[in-house]
Structure formats: C-alpha cells, structure tokens
C-alpha cells in the first residue's frame, strides 16, 4: 500500500486531472441533500457531508438500466447497448464502498451478470474517510471503521491542511500514475494523525447492532409473533429497500411500440405485495408481516448463509428516512433477545 501525502491546496488540481481522462462522480448538493453526480470541475463537489441519500451503488447498479434494443416483427433484430466508460467515484465514504463489495456476491454468483460486473471492472473507487459519523451510523457493528480503505482503490483522510492518501491497489496506482507531483511521501507523523482521527471517529458512534449469533437465531424465530409486533406499524413504502446500499432487488420489463422496443432492468423491492405475486394469483408472502421478516432475513439469515457476510454496512440511511420510525438496530438486537 503506498501512503501519500494530498495538499488540500492541489486537491482541485487532482481533480481537474481526473476529470480529463475519466467521468467523475462525487457528492453534489442538490435541493439541500447530497447525492452523487457526475461533474465537470471541482467546485462543484461538496466534500461537507457525512452520507448522501441516495447511495452511489446507483452509479453501478442502475436505478433504470436499458439492458438491450430490440426491433419486433418478422424481421425482428437485437442492438446491444454500449456499456459505460471508464468512471471515477469520488468521495465515496467506506460503508458504500463495503456495500459494493457485498453487491459483487450477488452479481458474480452462478449466472455472472455482464452489465453490472463490466461497471464494476472499469469503475474506481476514490473513497473519503467519515470524520464525524450521524446519531444512526453503526458500521462498527461489522467490524469496519469509519475511515476502512479495505473496499477502496484510493482512500484519502481529512487531517487538517492536508489528506493523508492510501492507495491500495493496482487499480489506484494506475489511477494516479502520472499525477505523482500532486503527491509527496507520508510521514509517521501523518499516519498516525489518521489513525488518531479514525479513533475519534469510532469513539463517536454511540449505537451498536448486536448481530452475534444472529443468523442461527434467525433459524429458531421464523413463526415467532415478535415479526408481527415490528411489522404493525410498517407502512410498506418500500423507502428502506430504495436507500438500502446494499438491496439488489430488481424488475425486467419489454418497453415497445410497432417499430422499436428495449428490455430495461429497475429495481424493484421485496416490500411490494405484487413482488412474489405469481401468475396463478398465490402469493407467498401475502401479508406485510410476511415482507418485513423477508427484509430482515434476507440480510441477517439468507445472505451471511450464501456469501459468510451480513448484507448491511450500518450507513442508517433506513432509520433516518423511515416516515414511521422502524429502526433496523433495534429489531435485530431485539430478535436476538427473544425467546424461540
């Protein structure tokens, strides 16, 4: 790993550079929130947020993806679309970049999915550690850091007049090759400033998700009441499935007139009683109770079982936005809690 030192003064020189040779994406205010866009200089990013809204796995896994054109009839034929080019994510904070890595399983299981993975392979990763996490943030329940550079190519922490820059693998140095005047050596004495702000940081979160034992105990509780009590005042919006980073439900629809049509992918999510509605007209999971256990287990029970990993990073964009208050922290420490 090369350790290097960014001046905050050639911080918009670096970014110019990227913007040169790449598409670059980084947190943009928009209507008083954050969200990622693409831009096309530097003082355009707002690097003053903890989390955007909208996680950026959108940049990869597209909220609306046309997967291939199609002219129907007798001389029917298939256009296949172009993939996207090389892009740059910048200012992702480590949770989302975690939230990535996650997606790969899903995506890169028995049927490799071309178009999410062609994203991911041309996509870097220029990650920005979380100085001062929220009131919700809870990424130290899975063993990660506010300031991890475990799921980044490049990550860059704020300390002070400077950001102390890790650059973790190939991918990161091809991205900086050539830019090495914007970069001097870190010293011991930046390394450790980092790690006294990462420590900070972590001192700082002040809520924790007990998870230890949690997808065996999920097992036990399956026809428990305790899913009907936390599903009473679910409201079904589906909100948590949209802002989840790490949910990959998905729809595929044909879109057509008389001369032309596309096959588009969107997201879908678990929370919708059409999504297991069957063509027959059963549905295996009728009722709200029924929805809401399937969000829980797919990340705490289905997912660790499949991939050895819990499929949250505690970014607690769930419990911030949930219009009636559901908060993921305490329905899994209380499942946890109850009695089978």
């Known amino acids: ?69 199609f002219t129907p009839g007798t001389k029917a034929k298939i256009e296949s679309v172009e993939l996207d080019e090389k892009k740059v994510i910048f200012g992702i904070r480590p949770c989302d970049a975690k939230s990535i890595a996650i997606l790969d399983h899903a995506f890169k299981g028995d049927y490799k999915d071309p178009y999410f993975l062609k994203k991911r392979e041309n996509t870097v990763l220029v990650g920005l550690s979380c100085n001062k996490p929220e009131i919700n943030c809870f990424c130290t329940s899975f063993d990660d850091t506010p300031a991890s550079s475990k799921y980044l190519d490049i990550l860059l922490t704020d300390i002070g007049d400077s950001y102390f820059v890790e650059v973790t693998n190939e991918k990161g140095k091809q991205l900086t090759k050539g830019m090495r005047q914007f970069f001097k050596t870190a010293k011991e004495s930046d390394e450790k400033k980092k790690k006294e702000i990462e420590k900070k940081a972590i001192d700082m979160i002040s809520r924790h998700q007990k998870t230890n034992g949690i997808t065996e105990k999920l097992d036990k509780i399956f026809e428990n009441p305790f899913w009907k009590d936390i599903a009473f005042k679910c409201v079904g919006c589906g909100t948590c499935t949209y802002l989840c980073p790490t949910c990959h439900c998905f729809d595929i629809q044909d879109e057509s007139t008389l001369t032309k049509g596309a096959r588009v992918r969107v997201w879908d999510t678990c929370m919708n009683p059409e999504y297991t509605l069957h063509a027959s007209g059963y549905n295996p999971r009728p009722a709200r109770t029924n929805r809401v256990r399937n969000r829980i287990y797919h990340k705490y029970n289905y997912y660790p079982k499949n991939y050895d990993v819990i499929a949250c990073v505690g970014c607690g964009r769930c419990i911030d936005l949930c219009p009636v208050n559901i908060d993921i922290i305490d329905v899994v420490t209380r499942a946890g809690e109850v009695k089978p």
């Open 1 to 69: 790993m090369d350790k290097l030192l960014l001046s905050k003064n050639d911080l918009s020189k670096f970014i110019n550079e990227l913007i040169k040779k790449n598409k670059v994406f980084a947190p943009v205010e928009s209507n008083g929130t954050i969200i990622f866009e693409q831009i096309t200089k530097p003082a355009e990013m707002n690097l003053d947020f903890c989390k955007s809204q909208y996680p950026p796995k959108a940049l990869i896994f597209n909220q609306t993806e046309t997967l291939f054109k």
